[in-house]
């Protein structure tokens, strides 16, 4: 069983930046690819970013690359998303997930945290 808390959201002006923690327990998160996924008020669910369980290989949505940053530390169970530049659109509520292999469909990864709100204001 894996158990994913995340922490770090709040409400930042536009340019303004975030770092997201994804607290998680259980062995399995060492062999486990992570991945950050949001949802914003009306919409669905859309991927972020995702690292390897290695943290050898990352992937990022579009809409974040060269803005956002996904890291782990396997040694701290942990998995960070530094979020720079963030604009209004980025506002929403940020999951992380675990699942055993690194794609970008929500659909692949076995475990959930609750979400942390991020709010961005113009």
């Known amino acids: 069983q894996v158990q994913l808390v995340e922490s770090g959201g709040g409400l930042v002006q536009a340019g303004g930046s975030l770092r997201l923690s994804c607290a998680a327990s259980?062995?399995?998160?060492?062999?486990?690819?992570m991945g950050w996924f949001r949802q914003a008020a009306g919409k669905e669910r859309e991927f972020v970013a995702a690292?390897?369980?290695?943290?050898?290989?990352?992937l990022y949505a579009d809409s974040v690359k060269e803005r956002f940053t996904i890291s782990r530390d396997n040694a701290k169970n942990t998995v960070y998303l530094q979020a720079n530049n963030l604009k209004p659109e980025d506002t929403a509520v940020y999951y992380c997930a675990a699942g055993p292999v690194l794609v970008t469909g929500a659909n692949e990864y076995a475990y959930w945290g609750q979400g942390t709100q991020v709010t961005v204001s113009s």
């Open positions: 259980g062995r399995i998160f060492r062999t486990y690819a």
């Open positions: 690292i390897r369980w290695s943290g050898g290989s990352t």
